[in-house]
């Protein structure tokens, strides 16, 4: 039946059968079906290139490129969080420590403390000429035993050797007494640590407490409560100071108040001139000026003040101390031998050496030695341990 | 320049066994010290909380009403606190009472050994033993020195030929509570010329705290926490050219009181540190 002239016939055959041939046919067994098609984003030749060389690289390499990608990954994080930030804390560091607008430390009056010596110069007959040697000696703290052993060990011979403590030579270990008087036999040189300051400080309070004055009564004070030892006591700590302070003899304490704070050593060949000091000193401050506390503690230096610490939370005072004295001339330079950081251990730098090795907690015992074309050596012993 | 003390015990006594109670007077009120004061009329604050044992000024804080009218100023003010400075350390030392500096007078001490010209207080501690011998011993007794002021220095009034002072023992000090807010000060050493004093605070063990490795707590009641390694064993330096004590760790307490720059910066409150002259000199200057 025609509508408007066509004919609506339904068709007698498939209309698939009407498409002129199966040209779009696709199996989808067959490679092609899944091929990409090709954009043209990349030319031809450069496509022909990339193909040539991806099958140069072998199978298993391609086949580990996500392991390599990985790497790749873990290096950069590896250097994010840790190697940049120590590179830019490095570059920091030596920025700070060449910025000299800042230095503050030791522009105050260094304070005055009675009954301290603050500097003495060892006697130059100990110099090391010819044969003779300077022996030093990091922290001993009463043992005694390892002390007469590392000597021995050194060949040390009064005759010709000349010996230095870096200080701390008591409390802690068994014999305190007894190293001062080997230093006393050896006419050693050693200066006033952190032990020996606050062991004399204690000295001279408990002897002032017993001189004081009774009251304007009959009612002597010093027998009353308000004086006794209990309540002048601040804790164990200070019992065991007191303690430590029976075992001197009256001239064992006046030879340990004559150490000084500060011990300059002339000049040595290839060191400088070398000072001792128990702690450590803070670079181009002069000697006058650094603060005697600090000598006997610090550990770090905060660069943006030049403030020396106790803490170790800034930067290593030595650190500081050898950069500094690797920019002057070698006329002015100054090598520092110290003690107290057991913790870092010996500690044997071009211009410091840190021979604190832990000897009264079970470390070793060290000794610098220095000859007369100031060669360093160095040698340690073990030693039993005696504190936790 | 400052003779040994001639001191005059006076027979105050009967006052200082008062006990502070609700309806009790001031203990030494200003008419007690007729004759020993040059004000005529009475400056203290009277509006103090009940309790209250020290009384300020009406006109300034760190000066007493019974003995002063007016403020120092700047140049007198140095002078006489240096003074009473000097006077106050003499008299501990002669009664062999171990006296120590903290706070702002252990800045003055860390630059130069003296007051730093802009503080107008000084900070000294004792201890509780020390607390207790001069309270039993030495309360309301007044000490003669003879004092030289420079002209600049001296009012019309102040007299160079001899000088009161006056050590006052608060005591609530017995009392250990820092709740006692308005009796913190233990002790007061107070210029009978010029109102000017110096507080003193009892450094306290902490009877609850245990010994640890830092040592034991100490507290002052201005609630000032510390512990014993850092004060004890003392050091023996100079104030003002007299001996006085300061705390072992003496960097350390200030470090941790203000922070590194109280050693490290050299302006201050208007003042600058003149290397050469060794003293904090006001800016503008030479």
């Known amino acids: 039946m025609p509508y408007r002239g066509l004919d609506t016939r339904l068709p007698t055959r498939p209309l698939v059968d009407f498409i002129p041939d199966d040209s779009l046919h696709v199996d989808d067994e067959d490679a092609a079906f899944y091929a990409k098609d090709d954009d043209y984003l990349i030319h031809p030749h450069w496509k022909a290139m990339i193909q040539r060389i991806s099958n140069r690289i072998p199978r298993r390499i391609k086949r580990y490129s996500f392991v390599y990608l990985g790497l790749l990954v873990l290096l950069f994080i590896g250097w994010k969080m840790h190697f940049g930030p120590k590179l830019s804390l490095h570059r ?12 503050a430390y030791g522009i105050n009056v260094r304070p005055h403390f009675k009954d301290m010596v603050y500097i003495k110069s060892m006697d130059e007959k100990h110099l090391p000429k010819g044969n003779k040697r300077l022996i030093a000696v990091g922290d001993v703290h009463g043992c005694k035993e390892e002390l007469e052993q590392l000597l021995k060990e050194v060949e040390f011979n009064e005759a010709h050797d000349h010996l230095i403590l870096t200080g701390d030579i008591v409390a802690k270990g068994p014999d305190s007494a007894g190293v001062v008087s080997l230093a006393q036999k050896y006419g050693a040189s050693c200066v006033r640590g952190n032990h020996e300051d606050k062991l004399l400080l204690s000295i001279a309070e408990t002897s002032e407490r017993k001189a004081s004055l009774p009251g304007p009564t009959d009612n002597d004070p010093k027998n009353s409560d308000f004086l006794d030892e209990e309540s002048h006591s601040h804790g164990a700590d200070d019992y065991t100071l007191r303690k430590l302070a029976k075992q001197f003899s009256a001239e064992q304490i006046t030879w340990l108040k004559e150490l000084p704070v500060i011990l300059k050593v002339e000049r040595i060949p290839l060191m400088g001139e070398v000072l001792v000091v128990h702690a450590g000193l803070v670079a181009d401050v002069p000697l006058d000026q650094q603060d005697p506390f600090q000598v006997m503690n610090m550990r770090t230096i905060d660069l943006k003040t030049r403030m020396p610490s106790e803490e170790r939370k800034f930067t290593e005072w030595e650190k500081y101390w050898n950069h500094q004295q690797k920019k002057k001339a070698e006329t002015e330079r100054q090598t ?53 | 320049m400052l003779l040994p003390f001639t001191f005059a015990v006076f027979t105050l006594q009967y006052l200082t066994l008062a006990l502070p109670s609700d309806f009790s007077k001031r203990h ?14 009475d400056r203290t604050r009277q509006n103090d909380p009940a309790g209250k044992y020290f009384h300020e000024a009406t006109f300034a804080t760190h000066y007493d009403g019974r003995f002063a009218s007016t403020k120092l100023a700047y140049t007198p003010r140095r002078t006489h606190l240096r003074s009473l400075v000097r006077t106050y350390l003499d008299t501990m030392h002669s009664l062999h009472i171990p006296t120590w500096l903290m706070h702002g007078s252990l800045i003055g001490w ?20 020390s607390m207790a011998f001069l309270a039993a011993y030495y309360n ?30 608060n005591p609530n000090w017995t009392n250990n509570s820092t709740l006692d807010l308005h009796n913190v000060i233990d002790a007061r050493w107070i210029d009978m010329t010029t109102g000017l004093f110096i507080d003193i605070t009892t450094l306290r063990y902490n009877q609850s705290s245990e010994d640890t490795a830092e040592g034991q707590k100490l507290f002052c009641k201005d609630k000032h926490t510390y512990m014993s390694k850092s004060v004890f064993p003392l050091r023996e330096s100079e104030y003002e050219g007299k001996p006085v004590k300061v705390p072992y760790s003496y960097a350390e307490l200030l470090e941790e009181e203000y922070g590194k720059k109280v050693m490290t910066r050299t302006r201050w409150e208007g003042h600058y540190f003149n290397e050469e002259l060794r003293e904090w000199v006001i800016d503008g200057l030479p």
């Open chain 2, 28 to 41: 030494v009120d200003f008419s007690e010290f007729q004759g020993l004061t040059k004000n005529a009329r």
């Open chain 2, 110 to 129: 860390y630059w130069n050994g003296k007051i730093l010209p802009w503080d107008d207080d000084i900070d000294v501690q004792i201890s509780e033993p």
């Open chain 2, 140 to 169: 309301m007794t007044v000490y003669h020195f003879t004092v030289k002021i420079p002209p600049e220095a001296a009012g019309d009034e102040l007299d160079e030929a001899g000088r009161d002072y006056l050590l006052e023992i």
């Open chain 1, 92 to 103: 920091q560091e030596i920025a700070e420590m060449e910025d000299t607008s800042k230095a």
């Open chain 1, 336 to 388: 520092v031998i110290y003690g107290h950081d057991a913790k870092r251990g010996k500690n044997i730098k071009k211009f410091t050496k840190g021979l604190d090795s832990n000897c009264v907690r079970g470390g070793h015992l060290t000794a610098l030695i220095i000859d007369s074309e100031g060669k360093t050596t160095v040698t340690q012993v073990k030693c039993t341990g005696y504190v936790e």
